[in-house]
Nanobody, 117 residues
Framework: QVQLVESGGGLVQPGGSLRLSCAASGTIFSPNTMGWYRQAPGKQRELVATVTSSGIRNYADSVKGRFTLSRDNARNTAYLQMNSLKPEDTAVHYC???????????WGQGTQVTVSS
């Protein structure tokens, strides 16, 4: 079992910044991928960004150049730095952890990000 604890969501004005954190604990094996997904009201959950335990990153086109995903493997924690936020970034953001061998995956409880003036 892997437990994920997310933090860092909130309300911010357009153009502002937020940093989300996702800390994983439990039975952690590598290789694995940590990532962020988001779901806006009435829409499907979509990829924001992922990073593997070896450091390979993938970003959705809508956030490239604005968001940066990093991870600290020693702390099993991933950080999503979100800059130049737009109203369309408003959504519940979920952290996901996936083991590459077993393909087991776990989700966090979600954290709300609201971008509004």
């Amino acid at each position: 079992q892997v437990q994920l604890v997310e933090s860092g969501g909130g309300l911010v004005q357009p153009g502002g910044s937020l940093r989300l954190s996702c800390a994983a604990s439990g039975t952690i094996f590598s290789p694995n991928t940590m990532g962020w997904y988001r779901q806006a009201p009435g829409k499907q959950r979509e990829l924001v960004a992922t990073v593997t335990s070896s450091g390979i990153r993938n970003y959705a086109d809508s956030v490239k150049g604005r968001f940066t995903l990093s991870r600290d493997n020693a702390r099993n924690t991933a950080y999503l730095q979100m800059n130049s936020l737009k109203p369309e970034d408003t959504a519940v953001h979920y952290c996901k952890w996936r083991n590459h061998v077993s393909r087991l995956e776990y989700w966090g409880q979600g954290t709300q990000v609201t971008v509004s003036s």
